[in-house]
């Protein structure tokens, strides 16, 4: 009998009849009956015995031919999503997999036939082929100075290249073979850099404990060349005959990234996984992994669930970004269960960020991470940049660009080099409003303000898409001065075309990025210098390297120092340092111009002083004396439904649930049912509660208790799910 987990929002498995003939074991992919259709999970255990009677149980239909099962720490990993994140086993196993693994075919390698000269061709040479073969000859010829061909190869000898292969194949000239079609054969055109000191001390501190489960966190300042530290780290694992995890953020996985990796180790074999690739390619690579052909799997926060039998080494770069989290179904940290797959492997784990999260950080205060540090710029001649901080409380509100950071800019122009100026905002201004009534552009679907698009004429819901034209007059009061409020990207580059009308401007957000390809054209013209000046969000703050770069101005960050989010102080402080940290990162050195209302705010102090340690102790202060985490373990019950009444019903319901567990209720604090943040989102509304234990033991243990029972509770027109670990409220 066959315990099975099928796609499906049931918190168990399915029992099946293992029929005769049928050899099936824990990780294998079957067909199975589901009512009247038939469906394809994966075995996660084989019993002898079930709870349904025998004579129900129906009989799987297929077992899929796959060229790997799912090996036991992969099962064992999702076993552990299921238990932790309180997500229905089937949704789990579903979420891990490439999608290709939900179709009732069996999974195969792709191969590629490759030619190979026989020793009787060897032997005779090309003579062996009449002359006026022509194109049987130039196959010969190049299968014995080249020592092989594959199909693309001998494409280009020849568009008749077939026929006359299989004539040589007839006569005993050439053998064919066939190899699983590798994503790349990385050529040595790059080499790996030597290490600077710095990084020679650290790469040697992780390599001394190769052979077991260590988790690393590798603190390094922006531009400190942490990628170099992981590239060496790599090549001496999969020299050494075991597979490399790495995982990025989503915009950092850049082909530049996926070159230089798969160049620095020739005859490495590298593939990507992340959620762009078209699903027949992911479902390839994956199972180049899960079959040990690949040596190196380069991918986002779902790579973290590829198996990997060689696995010798896990890295998690820029391990602070958000985009590590899963915000919708599983919501699963793959920066956590990262760790614990090295634990599980007995493999080390190197996380890499300029600014760690909070919990990292005191995770190594705490002692169980290690905390290495880069001090300086991997770029002999480079340094971090100077900080600049400057009083805008006696500009006119509304203005943008203060005379320093337009001197500033001025010199950069004269002197060829590139700057970016950094608005976390898109869009012209963030509210359309009425100096007649007060009326201001409002979303019908959400608790937001429609954002006024200039380019475009539009006002644009950045929550649920919405728009419309811009209105002529005022709705309310049919009054005709509508002035915009506030400012965004759009007016930002304005500001600047209007103070520099010469110079070569680009703009980097999600608008202008949203084509395929776009961004990757656009990083093409920054690198060749074409561009003057960079203006852009959060998307302009991470990773990327340019060289000329050597002013950065950052534009009205103070909303963020009073946002209600207990987490928005650490977001800030990130995103700040790591867009400074663009500046400046080759020969040339670099400056930031920090534009504020509160110059003597704690955090642009630290900042200015490139002090992430001074910050974060800070802020962990706050936290723990808040009770806030990492001090405390939380999860949040979220709920979203056509009325917010029957949300916070429900979350009243399962707070009352909550006060009826006596036991397993111990040390956990249940909060009030809320409205979100956001109350109001695409139509729907949503409300959530807050759970929050000492230690995730309590936590975990309460939430085993008080899961089963939400399910057990009257839900109408209310979906619900839990949050285990929130970052957003
Ligand atoms: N050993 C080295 N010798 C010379 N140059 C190096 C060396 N290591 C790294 N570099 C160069 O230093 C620059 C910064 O490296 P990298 O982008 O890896 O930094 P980083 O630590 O990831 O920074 P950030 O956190 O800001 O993304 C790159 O241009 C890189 O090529
Ligand atoms: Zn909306």
Not at 505 to 531: C, F, K, N, P, Y
Not at 591 to 601: A, N
Not at 699 to 727: E, M
Request: net charge positive.
């Amino acid at each position: 009998m066959a315990r099975v987990a099928l796609d499906v929002p049931s918190d168990t498995l399915f029992d099946y009849r293992i029929g005769p003939g049928q050899r099936i074991s824990p990780g294998d992919r079957v067909r199975v009956p589901l009512g009247r259709r038939t469906t394809v999970g994966v075995v996660l255990e084989v019993a002898s015995e079930s709870e349904v009677p025998e004579g129900r149980l129906r009989p799987i239909t297929e077992v899929l031919a796959d060229e790997a099962r799912l090996p036991p720490d992969i099962l064992a990993l999702l076993r552990f999503c299921h238990r932790y994140y309180h997500h229905p086993i089937g949704q789990v196993v579903a979420t891990a997999l490439p999608a290709g693994t939900r179709r009732a075919r069996p999974l195969r390698l792709q191969h590629r036939r490759r030619y190979f000269p026989t020793a009787r061709l060897a032997s005779t040479g090309v003579e062996a082929v009449p002359a006026r073969q022509v194109v049987a000859r130039r196959l010969a010829l190049r299968l014995l100075s080249s020592g092989s061909l594959d199909e693309a190869e001998a494409r280009r000898l020849s568009p008749r290249w077939a026929q006359a292969m299989a004539r040589l194949l007839e006569q005993g000239l050439a053998e064919c073979r066939t190899e699983p079609r590798r994503p790349r054969s990385a050529s040595a055109t790059a080499r790996l850099l030597p290490l600077t000191e710095e990084q020679e001390a650290v790469a040697s501190a992780i390599r001394t404990g190769l052979d077991r489960y260590h988790t690393w966190l590798l603190h390094g300042v922006t531009g400190s060349g942490k990628t170099e530290v992981y590239l060496h780290l790599i090549a001496d694992v999969v020299n050494a005959g075991r597979q490399a995890l790495m995982l990025v953020p989503e915009i950092n996985l850049t082909p530049q990234l996926e070159e230089r990796v798969g160049t620095c180790l020739p005859g490495a074999s590298v593939v990507t996984l992340h959620s762009g690739l078209p699903e027949a390619e992911r479902t390839q690579h994956w199972l180049l992994a899960a079959t040990g052909h690949a040596d190196i799997v380069l991918g986002t926060r779902l790579a973290v669930f590829t198996p990997l039998p060689r696995l010798g080494l896990v890295v998690v770069d820029e391990e602070h970004d958000p985009s590590f989290k899963q915000q919708e179904g599983l919501r699963y940290s793959a920066r956590d269960l990262a760790v614990l797959r090295g634990h599980d492997r007995n493999v080390p784990v190197v996380l890499g960020s300029a600014t760690p999260s909070l919990e990292s950080y005191a995770n190594a205060l705490a002692g169980r991470y290690q905390r290495l540090t880069l001090t300086r710029r991997a770029h002999a001649e480079a340094t971090l940049p100077q900080v600049r901080i400057v009083n805008m409380r006696s500009c006119a509100a509304g203005e943008l660009l203060s005379a320093p950071l337009k001197a500033a800019l001025r010199e950069r122009l004269a002197r060829g080099e590139q700057s970016l100026v950094y608005l976390n905002r898109r869009g012209y201004a963030p509210v359309l409003f009425c100096s007649g009534c007060g009326w201001t552009s409002g979303c019908r679907r959400c608790a937001a303000k429609l954002v006024l698009h200039a380019t475009d004429q539009r006002l644009r819901c950045h929550h649920c898409g919405a728009e419309t034209a811009i209105p002529a007059r005022c709705p309310a009061c049919g009054n005709a001065d509508l002035l915009p409020l506030g400012h965004g990207t759009q007016r930002l580059e304005d500001a600047l075309r209007a103070e520099f009308p010469q110079i070569r401007l680009l703009r980097v957000d999600s608008d202008t990025t949203r084509r395929r390809h776009a961004w990757q054209a656009m990083r093409h013209a920054i690198r060749e210098g074409s561009i003057d000046v960079l203006v852009g969000t959060q998307m302009l703050a991470k990773g990327h390297d340019f060289s000329r770069l050597t002013l950065v101005g950052i534009v009205d960050p103070d909303a963020a120092l009073f946002a209600a989010d207990f987490r928005a102080s650490e977001r800030l402080f990130a995103q700040l340092m790591q867009v400074a940290g663009r500046a400046g990162r080759a020969q040339r050195p670099g400056e930031v111009i920090l534009q504020t209302r509160f110059p003597d705010h704690p955090l642009y102090r630290a900042l200015a002083a490139h002090s992430y340690d001074a910050f974060a102790q800070a802020a962990l202060r706050e936290r723990r004396e808040a009770g806030f985490p990492p001090y405390v373990h939380q999860a949040l019950l979220r709920t979203d439904g056509l009325r917010l009444e029957a949300c916070l019903a429900f979350l009243g319901a399962a707070a009352h649930a909550a006060s009826e567990l006596k036991q397993a209720r111990r040390g956990v604090t249940v909060f009030d049912p809320v409205p979100a943040a956001l109350p109001r989102r695409k139509g729907l509304f949503h409300a959530q509660l807050l759970v929050q234990a000492p230690s995730r033991e309590a936590l975990q243990r309460f939430l085993d208790a008080w899961v089963p029972r939400l399910g057990l509770l009257s839900a109408r027109r209310v979906r619900w799910s839990l949050d285990v670990d929130p970052l957003e409220f």
